[in-house]
């Protein structure tokens, strides 16, 4: 798996965007979102029960995310059409502000290294990654864990003060001192 300070890599997918079929689709790729920082999670499966639990709530974390220059991006290896489908039939998923990558080829996955080699699916797998494309942060939980978007805020709060955060350290707070 791709690790801390090692570049993501290149990509160009379909993403599916919104739950209007005549705008859905659209491709993204590595070299959108100039200058921000970008948050990629990735998901085992469409139309399961802990997945929509997690796009919802980095959905509702969206505004915060964009505050600090971030964009979020979710993908898993179902096609755009199972994404836009979900989207479209999921009451909670309809109106979710971010891209969701279509990785149907399995090829961004098999790059970061979080494609399950049992199930044969995304690893429930985080990125953070700087605006120069440098990953800096990478979390991985077992398929049916889980993870906390407020977590990921937080690491991104500390990774833009560029200083040294301790355990637990919450924006506002002050940074250590060397």
Known sequence: MLGVGEKFPEYSLTA??????????????????PGKWKVY???????????????????KLNGDFQDRDAQLIGGSTDSDFVHLAWRQN??????????????IKHELCRQLGILDPNAGVAQRATFVVDPEGIIRFVSVTDLSVGRNPSEVLRVLDALQTDELCPCNWQKGQETLKV
Do not use: M, N, R
């Open 16 to 33: 599916v965007v919104s739950a209007d079929k005549a705008s859905a689709f659209k491709t993204v790729s590595s070299q959108d979102y």
């Open 41 to 59: 999670f990735f998901w085992p499966k469409d139309f399961t029960f802990v997945c929509p639990t997690e796009i919802v709530a980095f959905g």
């Open 90 to 103: 999921h009451p909670d998923l309809k109106d979710i502000p971010f891209p969701w990558l279509s990785d």
